[in-house]
């Protein structure tokens, strides 16, 4: 008969004071964004999910072949979108937002003369190339003084009693219509958020360039001035 060990107690303690890590990616990412986002009147995508998470412009993985020259071998391979992370300035926030963006889009956002017109755009096959993100960010877009009065100028341009169409109302990120207490809680909690995305970015050391279109840099050694493009 073998003698009994003593049992040790275990030395790995039974809980942690760390806090959870936000989720990064999959399903749980997907809610916490539909919960906080105004009635998109397309659905979101699940084949590409990352494109759900930035301006992707649509774009998706395509597949093909890739033939050698000499014996014309097929290769069967992918070709990713090419997604860039850049810092564009808003004029109607007053300040640079992060976004990871495709390279097409950002052709189209220096056309249309910033991040602002692009997200703007009341054509459906913009409005459904914008994704979630971009749909969220459009609804903060609308919240800014700026763009309300841009609105109450086409307003009064139609005709509209006062240029409000009668009592001013406030719509929430959930799409609902809200006092104007609870839509500045939300959009505090929206600039917070951009806040600690640019605070996770530095530390990492990625890839940035503050972009502005069209935007005048100070004079170089030949005394000439600079223009700020995106390309």
């Not at 072949?65 to 979108?81: A, D, G």
């Not at 307003?155 to 006092?179: A, C, F, Q």
């Not at 959009?187 to 530095?202: I, S």
């Amino acid at each position: 008969m073998r003698p009994s060990v003593p049992i040790s107690p275990p030395s790995t303690r039974l809980f942690s004071t760390t806090p959870t890590p936000p989720a990064k990616s999959g399903a749980s990412r997907m809610r916490s964004l539909r919960a906080r986002l105004p009635p998109y009147p397309y659905a979101p995508h699940y084949f590409y999910k990352a494109s759900n998470f930035g301006l992707y412009g649509a774009s998706t993985p395509q597949s093909g072949h890739q033939v050698s020259k000499k014996n014309e071998i097929k290769t069967l391979r992918t070709w990713r979108p090419n997604i860039h992370t850049k810092r564009l300035f808003s004029e109607a926030l007053g300040r640079f937002i992060r976004v990871k963006v495709q390279a097409r889009v950002l052709r189209t956002i220096d056309k249309e003369g910033g991040i602002d017109e692009y997200l703007l755009g009341e054509k459906a096959a913009r409005v459904k190339e914008l994704g979630l993100w971009g749909w969220r960010l459009r609804w903060r877009l609308m919240q800014t003084e700026l763009v309300r009065g841009r609105f109450r100028e086409q307003r009064r341009e139609m005709g509209l009693v006062g240029g409000e169409g009668g009592r001013r109302k406030w719509v929430g990120m959930d799409g609902r219509e809200v006092g104007e207490e609870a839509v500045k809680r939300e959009v505090e909690g929206f600039d917070r958020g951009l806040d600690e995305d640019d605070a996770r970015a530095e530390p990492e050391g990625e890839e940035d360039e503050s972009l502005g279109s069209g935007r005048l840099m100070p004079e170089d050694g030949a005394g000439s001035q600079r223009r700020e493009v995106l390309f």
